[in-house]
């Protein structure tokens, strides 16, 4: 089920309704690969960013979601560096919630959480790579959805 079917299946009221039943309990890093290419950093590297949500599992009252981010900064034809970083989450479910929640949720309030984290995450290892403090762009993306 995709995102746009999720939301026809469950209204923004009902998913507002269904978010006090979920609770955060722990975030934590599960894995990080970077790779510096080169330290010659222009003014006008280019930032591509990727994420996904690879697997959510529901066991009895808990939830346990994994999420990927990848970042590649290039500057002109030049590779720079690469961070991917894979967080894991866990959820107490206070009720059972329908698959249609965990369709808009991962699209639109699990970022929300891990964002931050990986926004840090780069910034921290890219001075640590001896590269200028990379502060990537805030995720406005997501309000659109």
């Known amino acids: 089920m995709n995102l746009k079917e999720a939301q026809e299946k469950l209204t923004a009221k009902d998913y507002r309704e269904a978010l006090v039943n979920i609770e ?3 975030v ?15 003014s006008s590297a280019n930032i ?6 690879s697997e959510i599992k529901i066991v009895e009252d808990k939830a346990t979601v994994e999420h990927r981010y990848t970042v590649k900064v290039t500057s002109g034809e030049k590779d720079i560096f ?3 970083a894979t967080y ?17 949720y991962k699209n639109i309030s699990l ?13 921290s290892i890219s001075t ?9 762009p805030l995720r406005k993306d997501l309000f659109s959805k």
């Open 24 to 26: 955060l309990r722990d």
């Open 28 to 42: 934590h890093l599960k894995e990080l690969n970077c790779l510096l290419h080169s330290r010659n950093v222009s």
């Open 48 to 53: 591509n960013f990727q994420d996904e949500t």
């Open 82 to 84: 690469d961070v991917t």
């Open 88 to 104: 894991i989450l866990i959820y107490e479910l206070k009720k059972t919630l329908p698959e249609e929640f965990f369709v808009i």
């Open 111 to 123: 970022p929300v959480h891990t964002y931050p984290f990986f926004r840090e995450l780069v910034s």
């Open 128 to 136: 640590k790579m001896g590269l200028p403090n990379l502060i990537i």
